[in-house]
């Protein structure tokens, strides 16, 4: 399974929640798949939909879920002891690990060789990892949710992209629109 079919199986989840979706292809393929004004899509900041996603859950109630990738956490290694030492039980990061970086060509990713990074959030003080495989990702998240506690999820997953066009939405439109909904 590749990150647009565990996207198609989890927009259901995921639509009356905020999100806070990775850079490049994986925005494309969620907005392509469930656009919806609770979807924040980053659109130039590698590395920081975890703290971004972090920041929202600490400023208000509304259950949060983050969707990065691997190749994006490794890059803001910074963020999983932040998220350790400031737990917001409304926040989930939903770590897509598909061993590479996706938007930019399938190269492999640390996380692809020897780094674990289920490891890394709990070595980072984590509490709650959880570890699942691409096909379980639906009842791992709808648990995740449910429990009411703050949650690093790895799903691990093959490489690969849906072909989507780029998001043509205005970066203020679709800040404004998310900005409503949270809100509301």
């Known amino acids: 399974m590749i990150r647009s079919e565990i996207l198609k199986n989890i927009a259901p989840i995921i639509r009356d929640h905020l999100v806070v979706c990775n850079i490049g292809i994986p925005s494309q393929e969620l907005h392509a798949i469930d656009d919806q004004p609770t979807n924040f899509y980053m659109l130039g900041t590698m590395g920081l939909a975890s703290s971004i996603g972090l920041g929202l859950a ?18 803001n290694l910074g963020t999983l002891p932040t998220i350790a030492n400031n737990p ?28 674990k990074l289920e490891r890394v959030a709990e070595a980072c003080g ?3 990892v959880i570890v699942c495989r691409a096909e379980d990702t639906g009842p791992a998240l709808e648990e995740a949710i449910a429990a009411k ?10 490489s690969g ?17 998310f900005m409503k909904a949270v809100q509301a």
């Open 58 to 75: 600490l400023s208000q109630p509304k259950t949060v879920i983050a969707i990065d990738g691997d190749g994006s956490v490794l890059t």
């Open 161 to 177: 992209n849906a072909k989507n066009p780029v998001i043509t939405m205005d970066p203020v439109v679709i800040r404004d629109r």
């Open 88 to 115: 917001a039980d409304n926040y989930i990061l939903m770590i897509i690990d598909n061993g590479s970086y996706g938007s930019t060509g399938d190269q492999p990713t640390y996380a692809g060789k020897k780094t």
């Open 149 to 158: 506690r703050m949650a690093v999820m790895v799903v691990k997953c093959e």
């Open 126 to 128: 984590c509490d709650n």
